[in-house]
Nanobody, 128 residues
């Protein structure tokens, strides 16, 4: 498995942008896909975006489509989440996650149970 470390969170005004990074170390060759989830207190962790490591297939949650962009740098074992046009409802702790196999029903993993490794999370706060 891999170890994941997120960075790039912070406080931004509505309409602003942030870029999150997630660096993977360890057995990175075993990773099938990387994803981003977010969670607010009292709610379940929700899927944001994911990208397959070798082919670059991407999937977004409807709530971020057109505003967020996920990308990867295989040489650096790093995945990014560019977040534009941020809204107060984007406020959450953002988690990076690694998946080690293709899901049975779809190319890109999107369910919590598809991911086996998690980062510690980084806070994103969007003020109105």
């Amino acid at each position: 498995q891999v170890q994941l470390v997120e960075s790039g969170g912070g406080l931004v005004q509505a309409g602003g942008s942030l870029r999150l990074s997630c660096a993977a170390s360890g057995r990175s060759f075993s990773v099938y896909a990387m994803g981003w989830f977010r969670q607010v207190p009292g709610k379940e962790r929700e899927f944001v975006a994911a990208i397959t490591w070798s082919d670059g297939f991407i999937y977004y949650a409807d709530s971020v489509k057109g505003r967020f962009t996920i990308s990867r740098d295989n040489a650096k074992n790093t995945v990014y989440l560019q977040m534009n046009s941020l809204k107060p409802e984007d406020t959450a702790v953002y988690y990076c996650a690694a998946s080690y196999s293709r899901p049975r029903t779809f190319i890109v993993p999107t369910d919590l149970t598809d991911f086996g490794s998690w980062g510690q999370g980084t806070q994103v706060t969007v003020s109105s």
